[in-house]
């Protein structure tokens, strides 16, 4: 593995939850502006590495550097202040907020301009260039139109949309998505995943992408790496690794 230059450096990842083992030694460097997928069959430990990256889950041993910077003890809300956008498995989305305040708000929770909720509804109102962000980012995921609907109106393809943008809100310098395209059909996660490209091309922001939908994976990542029973099974590109008979057996169940 090369490490110059990457923007995310895991070594040596262990996590254990009670017998059972996780992460087993798992190395990941992502670098800057690279899109990684991990796949893995079900319990391969995929979400538990996720976890570790942006700090919900701690580490047993291993490191994680982000930007030079260890960052493997601090709390979600610090490695989000230095640039890991996330979204969450489970939406959190405000019933009755617009489309354009989830954006607002989550613009000036990664600014640190607003800490608690209270704040943000008795503050006056949005500097203009937190507004210029949020138009920005509905226009690049095509919210536009939808920017002063009220979230429980729209459709699960779009609400997933929104979450993508409060992750961009902060200008993120790897945004980290896990499942996105779950409980999408093949319409709207065709549409995230041209979004995501666009996100891409126009930000730089690198991406780290858990995902099942393998078709979603290949038009979305330049690498890719296979978990296996807490370990990385292949890493490379995403027609290599789909190649490799060790990845076809314990991934894809193909014996042949
Ligand atoms: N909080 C926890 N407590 C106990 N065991 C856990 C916990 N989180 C994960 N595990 C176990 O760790 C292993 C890895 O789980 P993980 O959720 O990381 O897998 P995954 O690859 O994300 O699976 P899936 O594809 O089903 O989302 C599994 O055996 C799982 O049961
Ligand atoms: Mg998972």
Request: charged share 25%; with cysteine.
């Amino acid at each position: 593995m090369t490490n110059a230059g990457a923007l995310l450096l895991a070594t040596g990842i262990t996590k254990q939850f009670g017998g059972i083992v996780a992460l087993d030694h798992v190395d990941l460097d992502i670098r800057p502006g690279e899109a990684v997928g991990i796949v893995g069959p079900n319990g391969a430990g995929k979400t538990t590495l996720f976890n570790c990256l942006f700090g919900l889950e701690v580490p047993d041993e291993g490191t994680v550097v982000f930007g030079g910077r260890r960052i493997d003890r601090l709390p979600v809300w610090k490695r989000s202040r230095l640039g890991i956008g996330r979204t969450f498995q489970r939406m959190e989305l405000f019933e009755g907020m617009t489309v354009a305040d989830h954006l607002l708000v989550a613009e000036q929770a990664a600014s640190g301009t607003v800490r608690i909720w209270r704040d943000f509804l008795h503050r006056g109102g949005p500097t203009p260039a937190e507004l210029h962000h949020v138009e920005e980012v509905l226009g690049l995921l095509g919210l536009a139109d939808l920017a002063d609907r009220p979230i429980d109106t729209l459709d699960l393809g779009h609400a997933r949309l929104v979450e993508l943008g409060r992750a961009m809100m902060g200008t993120p310098r790897l945004l980290m998505l896990d499942e996105p395209s779950s409980g999408l059909d093949g319409e709207d996660t065709a549409r995230l995943g041209r979004i995501l490209d666009e996100t891409r091309r126009s930000t730089g922001v690198a991406v780290v992408l858990v995902e099942h939908d393998l078709a979603l994976v290949e038009s979305t990542v330049d690498r890719m790496v296979v978990l296996n029973f807490g370990k990385v099974l292949a890493t490379g590109g995403v027609a290599e690794v789909l190649a490799d008979p060790e990845v076809r057996r314990a991934y894809l169940g193909i014996t042949a």
